[in-house]
Nanobody
Framework: QVQLVESGGGLVQPGGSLRLSCAAS????????MRWYRQAPGKERELVAG?????IYADSVKGRFTISRDNAKNTVYLQMNSLKPEDTAVYYC???????????WGQGTQVTVSS
């Protein structure tokens, strides 16, 4: 049974930082593309960042967010710096197998950027 468990969300002031973690179990982690998505109230879910061998970022977070993974710990991270109120959203972890394209979602973690 595949599980993706996010943690690290919370309330932070503008300009602050948070580090999200997504711990995966029940899968061969190294054979999965890992991504972070986010969904703000009233908006569609959008891709924030992705990683396998290389990384991709949404234009809105380039230079502020960094995605990384530790295959030994089956964990993907999202370091978020210089946070803005518009970064407020539920952040979701996503895993997709590179051959079968089977995909899984985490339950999400709330990030709120407000003074």
């Amino acid at each position: 049974q595949v599980q993706l468990v996010e943690s690290g969300g919370g309330l932070v002031q503008p300009g602050g930082s948070l580090r999200l973690s997504c711990a995966a179990s029940g899968l061969t982690f190294s054979s999965y593309v890992m991504r972070w998505y986010r969904q703000a109230p009233g908006k569609e879910r959008e891709l924030v960042a992705g990683i396998r061998d290389t990384t991709i970022y949404a234009d809105s977070v380039k230079g502020r967010f960094t995605i990384s993974r530790d295959n030994a710990k089956n964990t993907v991270y999202l370091q978020m710096n210089s946070l803005k109120p518009e970064d407020t959203a539920v952040y979701y972890c996503y895993a997709r197998q590179i051959v079968s394209l089977q995909a899984y979602w985490g339950q999400g973690t709330q990030v709120t950027v407000s003074s």
